[in-house]
């Protein structure tokens, strides 16, 4: 487990080595490797080191939109065994987010979805992609959310992915300038392409060239989404890929490296930042 403070001599060390030319890194739930994932520290970590961000979206008993990956509260908080849209806001504010990662968090506390759009705005440094992984939303919630994508000036750099086909179309009925992603498989990007309400493509697997030129030349944006801890997930050589591939980004829980592996050239990186 790291510590804050090595994180932040770790941050510090790479802030200012990212190459515009290269992918996004898009952080699944923020840096989850150094901070507790999906809350404020591990999002402003992210931000400055000009990483995207990929966070997690559910709704309170309350209908507040917050920031958490479980739809129950006991593995990233010291909550009781129950669904987070069976406590209000109140009671999730209450709860420690940070402790069971590291004791330096324990005054961290889930976020809400304002929180960090206004972080974002505050601290955003260039280009970035924010994929905001829609889990569970009321019909109150999705308008609630398109308001504070257009409050936050986050339209043009966000998407929302993962809802249904119904949720898509009605987010972009209440903006059309919101952004929809989706996972697509190899088999399906060709018939996919015409698919007018769809504007970001995570790909499910590791692109060429020629996949983000089509992609690109239909205006899409192209992502890779390889999201997930382990072995087969921290492979320098599938960035390698992506990044001769000139995607646009890609979803990863190993920015840090991933980035080092970009910016070296395709030299070996330094494997032990982020084990």
């Known amino acids: 487990m790291v510590r804050p403070t090595i994180c932040l001599a770790l941050f510090l060390s790479l802030l200012h080595c990212v190459s515009a030319a290269d992918p996004i890194a898009i952080a699944h739930r923020g840096l989850l490797r150094h901070s507790p994932e999906n809350t404020l520290p ?12 990929e966070l997690d ?18 593995r990233t908080t010291n909550g009781p ?23 330096g968090y324990q005054e961290v506390k889930v976020p809400t979805l304002e929180e960090t759009f206004k972080l974002i705005q505050k601290r955003k440094q260039g280009p970035t992609i924010i994929a905001l992984n829609v889990k569970q939303i009321t019909r109150a919630g999705e308008r609630k959310l398109v308001a504070l994508m257009v409050k936050y000036d986050m339209l043009d750099y966000s998407f929302a992915f993962d809802q249904s086909r119904e949720v898509s179309e009605r987010l972009k009925q209440l903006n059309p300038r919101v952004r929809i992603g989706q996972n ?31 992609l690109h030349q239909h205006h899409k944006q192209a992502l890779y989404n390889y999201a997930g801890a382990g072995e087969n997930r921290r492979n320098p050589s599938a960035w390698q890929q992506t990044q001769a591939a000139g995607a646009d980004g890609m979803l990863t829980d190993y ?11 395709k030299s070996q990186p330094d494997e032990t930042a982020e084990r």
């Open 42 to 53: 591990a999002f402003a970590a992210c931000l400055e080191l000009r990483m995207g961000i």
């Open 57 to 74: 979206i559910r709704t309170t008993f309350d209908g507040h939109l917050v920031v958490i990956h479980d739809d129950n509260l006991q």
């Open 81 to 103: 065994n129950r669904s987070i849209r069976d406590v209000t806001l109140a009671e999730v504010k209450k709860l420690d987010a940070g402790s069971w990662f590291d004791v």
């Open 184 to 214: 697509v498989n190899r088999a399906s990007v060709i018939e996919r392409l015409e698919e007018d309400f769809l504007d970001v493509f995570l790909l499910t697997y590791t692109p060429t060239r020629e996949d983000v030129d089509r």
């Open 255 to 265: 920015p840090i490296l991933s980035q080092q592996v970009w910016r070296a050239n």
